[in-house]
């Protein structure tokens, strides 16, 4: 296990990040692999944006008329994602992810946007329960998780990073998973010493991931 960062202190710009282009994982819109599913059609109504952050993702589906929810555990995160969003019909809330309630059987999808690695591992059952417990008969969970092939500097802002075979088991104990494939997340800086850093057309550095599909029984 490794250290997690203040996340509340990152998105106040108060942390390790802060003498960086900004917070590393803030795109401004949703994550690639993501969006993809989400033009594809493969996103279903109403959506609960687990651990949003700011909210670009739960933005970009009120945009074009998705009933979308956004929780995360900060503050400061929230606050910005109803201020980014206002004049949308998009939904945010303070929770604890791996505790919530109010919401049980409401989600035909759920989206993990870099949020699972960023648990501590005790927490990841906890949380893969409560997000279950929140989804419809039928649901789809996507998720995007990072690689423990992505390299890190010890600067306490390392994440859990697993393998192919921790996240299948971690997710199977609630959801049915579907599919499991390579795939990168995407970040405003990598670290230096990384060798297996990609970059985008926009320069934006690509780092290993999963992109895990997973659903409930109807």
């Not at 651990?51 to 555990?73: K, N, P, Q």
């Not at 802002?157 to 499991?180: F, K, S, Y």
Request: aromatic share 6%.
């Amino acid at each position: 296990m490794s250290a997690l960062p203040d996340f509340d202190a990152a998105y106040r710009e108060d942390s390790v990040f802060s003498d960086k282009a900004g917070v590393p994982w803030n795109l401004g819109e949703p994550q690639p692999p993501l969006r993809a599913l989400i033009d594809s059609g493969r996103v279903r109504g109403p959506v609960l944006d687990a651990g949003c952050g700011v909210g670009a993702t739960v933005r970009h589906l009120a945009e074009r008329g998705f009933e979308a929810v956004g929780l995360d555990s900060s503050a400061t995160a929230i606050e910005r994602a109803r201020a980014d969003a206002a004049g949308t019909s998009a939904e945010f809330a303070v929770a604890d992810i791996t505790d919530f309630t109010g919401y049980d059987g409401r989600f035909r999808t759920v989206l993990d946007s870099t949020l699972l690695h960023s648990l501590p591992v005790a927490a990841r059952d906890d949380y893969l329960r409560s997000i279950a417990r929140a989804a419809a008969p039928g649901a789809e969970l996507h998720m995007l998780v990072f690689s423990a092939e992505a390299q890190f500097p010890d600067d306490g802002g390392v994440p859990n990073a697993l393998t192919e075979d921790e996240l299948r088991e971690a997710v199977a104990r609630h959801w049915t998973v579907d599919a499991l494939a390579p795939s990168v997340i995407t970040t405003l800086f990598a670290p230096v010493e990384a060798d297996n850093v990609g970059r985008d057309e926009k320069g934006r550095a690509q780092l290993p991931a999963f992109l895990l599909s997973a659903h409930l029984p109807s």
